[in-house]
């Protein structure tokens, strides 16, 4: 039952560009986002989140922007870095207990 | 440094044999977590300790076994009841355990069945 997902598994972008991650959920009880990167042989480090509240944070080149109506939500990384490729989780919270869900990662690469 | 160490980075099953992955914090949170990753699937949530000496189950709980006699330590037992063993394992830990804090992973233990 996956509650949250990331259709794309990899996304190739050119140094420069904008990179657009994309996440799905289909439960309407979460209420809190996060965005996890992982780095090769290391664990996943927290990126940025976002209130079911707000529809934008903004975080340096990072945006994500939530549309609760069509249960979206995306990660923008303008302009992206070599130093961006990893892999970025999705996460999703309801406020009211501890049942964070993930979804199974896109991997980003940035060419130089 | 704070942070989360799990040990052993690399670890083999054989069929029957229990098996405990280490997880020990020094960021003094009180919650700890323990999450399987399997290949094109999302984490997943095995247990969870808010408090010493107290722990839930997560989804996939069948098979494993976790103490929290410590603050700074959670290990997980994959026990032989666990069919399916073979996965990529992190540890985690958040302050208080509020289901809106970030986490703080280790950086996995992967098992695999000799």
């Known amino acids: 039952d996956q509650q949250v997902k990331q259709n794309s598994p990899s996304l190739s972008v050119q140094e420069g560009r904008i990179s657009i991650l994309n996440c799905d959920y289909t439960?309407?009880?979460?209420?809190?986002f996060l965005w996890y990167k992982k780095y090769p042989a290391e664990g996943p480090t927290f990126l940025i989140s976002i209130s079911s509240i707000k529809d934008k944070n903004e975080d340096g080149r990072f945006t994500v922007f939530l549309n609760k109506s069509a249960k979206h939500l995306s990660l923008h990384i303008v302009p992206s870095q070599p130093g961006d490729s990893a892999v970025y989780f999705c996460?999703?919270?309801?406020?009211?207990?501890?049942?964070?869900?993930f979804g199974a990662g896109t991997r980003l690469t940035v060419k130089p | 440094d704070g942070g989360i160490t799990q040990s052993p980075k690399y670890l083999f099953r054989k069929e029957g044999q229990n098996v405990t992955l280490s997880c020990e914090q020094n960021l003094n949170h009180d919650a700890m977590y323990w999450y399987r990753q399997d290949p094109g699937q999302g984490l997943r949530l095995i247990y969870y300790?808010?408090?010493?000496?107290?722990?839930q189950k997560g989804d996939i709980a069948e098979g494993y076994s976790v103490s929290r006699e410590k603050k700074e330590s959670f290990p997980l037992t994959v026990t032989s009841a666990q069919k399916n063993p073979t996965a990529f394992y992190l540890c985690?830990?958040?302050?208080?355990?509020?289901?809106?804090?970030?986490?703080?992973f280790g950086s996995g233990t992967q098992l695999s069945v000799l």
């Open positions: 300790s808010q408090i010493v000496n107290d722990f």
């Open positions: 439960n309407s009880m979460f209420d809190y």
């Open positions: 996460a999703a919270t309801p406020l009211d207990n501890n049942d964070m869900r």
């Open positions: 985690a830990s958040s302050l208080s355990g509020a289901p809106n804090e970030k986490l703080f």
